[in-house]
């Protein structure tokens, strides 16, 4: 059992280890995907002991064929302000006049790592610059990336970019909402509407009308991006099998194909409903009609009512029939102001009359209502199976005369420009490091020189578990709770089932043989028995017991033998002084009773001299007569003596 105890506590010992581990990590969902990410980014697991760290920063270089790539280390100087007006809007508010900076992170900065940060709230933001070169659809991926930071959490705001179709008028000067674009990517959010925006223009291969694609949602909780203050990295992937990718720090948090994960499809149905087709008037959709054969039982009664008056209520002893439940307040006043030509006649407030409160009720007594038994409501035949029943009815199916087949939809407009054209609610919104490009290992070595370093400083300059277990838990007091089930269980278990506690007396004592217990002729007899019957299994398993065995079994035999005669002698004795007194025998009987511990000294002794075959029958009789008035023991206990 101790055993037993010893690997439970070992297991809840394992199990609060583990514990602990799991509140540690970090876990974004079950079902995310995670990438394999750059070695040169692991170098965030840094100690969490240090309460600084400082970092050599460098401007990343690009280490591979890029289209477009944007540190804002050197300025804004390729990079166009709108000076247009947005369509549709109030004058006051329509001018892209929204403020733009290029400034060091507020918390966690590296010397000389700078970002584009949106400064102005409630204003519309438009800036754009154009690629180094355009992006062309064809048999490379595009894979757009970039880093956004909301400094102040986010109210109502996006922080998406657009990457402008490429036109012969495209002018950077003029970028607003309705600027064709090839694709919108990035966070959006909006009350508690939390958005991750994949729209692509798809064009019409029959009308050349172009049709905005919206990503299913992904199935990730994306709060936490938008309040934690932290520098996410957004990464978009496209390629040209028609499959996409959207990540989060590197982690995919939603992925699925052009062809069927797209709202609304690429490609319309093959058929539709017919426009012009309608119901008939006969048609019966109804799955379930009542019977028509049923008939109201005679002894429904429709008009019995559902509750009907108690009549073996009683009313109350001590109520008053004669006082009102309500009476005026006696201290209320008619106010100053009071006109009784205009407020009518003052009446004083009603209050509860205080001599109710001490009697079961006032005013007066109506009998408490009670379920009618004989109730049973409006009578409704039962329903059956229709058997006109013909279905829901639909429209029947057509031709889609608009539908059309665009096997690849990857093979977009292209793309010569990108651009920021937002509204937010909240200011100091920080984008940085911008790369567009057809090579992962590009784009993961661009955020390993510069994202990886913000993740590493950022992890060097967080609080400790414990202030962060604190911070959670003043957001959310509810956590107070579970912080205490969580330590105190493991302790409580330990200390349950692994403390060392006292043994009873029970499990120390030693329990003592009742070797004073009287037993019967029958039961002596059954004992003789027995321990013949173990003779002579013995004497089968020794073929040739000893000259010394054979005697030492004939004399116990003769004990017994004679045992059995001195205790009948002594019953038959006993019944007959019985008869003439019963204290003389008791009397006699405590003069010549024996100590336990003698007596135990005694069968001890035989034990230890092997029961000496040596003992002469004197001394054997001297034995019997010494303990002829005790009561006679166990033939159990000759029978360990000899062995």
């Known amino acids: 059992m101790h055993f037993q105890w010893d690997w439970l506590c070992l297991g809840v010992l394992i199990m609060s280890s583990v514990t602990a581990g799991m509140e540690n990590e970090e876990n974004l969902d079950a079902d995310v995907e995670v990438e394999n990410f750059d070695k040169q980014s692991q170098e965030a697991d840094v100690d969490r002991d240090k309460s600084s760290i400082e970092v050599a920063y460098q401007t990343p270089k690009p280490t591979g064929e890029v289209y477009f790539t944007e540190s804002f280390d050197e300025g804004?100087?390729?990079?166009v302000l709108s000076v247009t007006l947005k369509e549709d809007t109030d004058d006051n508010v329509a001018k892209y006049d929204g403020r733009w900076e290029v400034e060091e992170l507020k918390e966690n900065a590296m010397p000389g790592d700078k970002g584009l940060v949106l400064k102005s709230v409630a204003k519309y933001h438009a800036i754009s610059a154009m690629l180094t070169k355009a992006f062309v659809f064809d048999d490379k991926p595009l894979i757009v990336q970039y880093e956004v930071n909301f400094q102040k959490g986010i109210d109502c705001g996006g922080a998406y970019i657009k990457l402008l179709s490429?036109?012969?008028?495209?002018?950077?000067?003029?970028?607003f909402d309705k600027t064709p674009y090839t694709i919108m990517f990035g966070p959006d959010k909006c009350g508690e509407d939390y958005k991750l925006h994949f729209i692509f223009r798809?064009?019409?291969?029959?009308?050349?009308?172009?049709?905005?694609?919206?990503?299913?949602?992904?199935?990730?909780?994306?709060?936490?991006?938008?309040?934690?203050?932290?520098?996410?990295l957004y990464t978009l992937v496209l390629k040209p099998d028609d499959t996409f990718e959207i990540l989060i720090d590197q982690t995919v948090v939603s992925k699925g194909s052009l062809l069927e994960n797209m709202i609304p499809p690429v490609n319309p149905p093959k058929e539709i409903e017919d426009p012009t087709d309608k119901k008939p008037d006969d048609w019966d959709e109804r799955p379930k009609i009542p019977d028509p054969n049923a008939v109201k039982p005679d002894d429904w009664d429709e008009n019995e009512p559902a509750k009907i008056e108690d009549p073996d209520a009683v009313k109350p002893e001590g109520w008053l029939d004669d006082e009102p439940q309500y009476v005026p307040d006696p201290n209320a006043k008619k106010p100053k102001d009071w006109d009784e030509e205009m407020d009518g006649e003052w009446e004083a407030p009603q209050i509860p009359n205080a001599k109710c409160e001490a009697a079961p009720g006032c005013g007066e007594w109506v009998r408490p209502m009670k379920n009618n038994p004989k109730?049973?409501?409006?009578?409704?035949?039962?329903?059956?199976?229709?058997?006109?029943y013909q279905g829901i009815w639909s429209p029947r199916k057509i031709p889609n005369p608009d539908y059309f087949e665009d096997p690849h939809p990857f093979k977009m407009t292209t793309v010569s420009a990108i651009g920021l054209e937002l509204w937010s609610m909240t200011s100091d919104i920080y984008f940085d490091n911008f790369i567009i490009c057809s090579e992962k290992e590009v784009a993961d070595r661009w955020a390993a020189d510069s994202w990886g370093l913000k993740k590493l400083v950022a992890s060097a300059n967080e609080p400790g578990m414990f202030s962060q277990l604190v911070t959670a838990a003043e957001e959310h007091p509810w956590?107070?709770?579970?912080?205490?089930l969580t330590l105190a269980l493991p302790v409580g278990l330990t200390v349950l089932f692994c403390w060392p506690g006292k043994k009873s007396d029970e499990c120390i004592a030693f329990k003592k043989p009742d070797i004073s217990k009287q037993i019967t002729k029958g039961e002596l007899k059954e004992e003789a028995e027995e321990f013949e019957d173990d003779e002579l299994e013995e004497e089968k398993e020794n073929e040739a017991p000893d000259e010394d065995e054979r005697r030492e079994m004939e004399e116990t035999k003769t004990e017994l033998i004679k045992d059995n005669t001195m205790k009948m002698g002594r019953e038959a004795l006993v019944s007959e002084v019985e008869v003439e007194g019963d204290e003389d025998i008791y009397d006699d009987d405590d003069e010549n009773e024996v100590p336990d511990e003698e007596e135990n000294e005694v069968l001890d002794g035989s034990q230890d001299d092997g029961f000496n075959k040596s003992d002469s029958e004197d001394e054997k009789k001297e034995d019997d007569e010494g303990m002829g008035d005790l009561p006679l023991k166990s033939v159990r206990k000759r029978r360990v003596r000899k062995d």
């Open 166 to 175: 490429s036109s012969n008028d495209l002018n950077l000067e003029y970028f």
């Open 375 to 388: 109730y049973k409501g409006k009578w409704r035949a039962p329903m059956i199976d229709n058997p006109n």
């Open 76 to 79: 804004l100087s390729r990079w």
């Open 479 to 484: 956590l107070w709770v579970l912080y205490i």
């Open 202 to 232: 798809h064009k019409n291969p029959k009308t050349g009308e172009y049709d905005e694609k919206h990503a299913e949602r992904p199935d990730v909780d994306l709060k936490k991006f938008y309040l934690d203050k932290k520098t996410h």
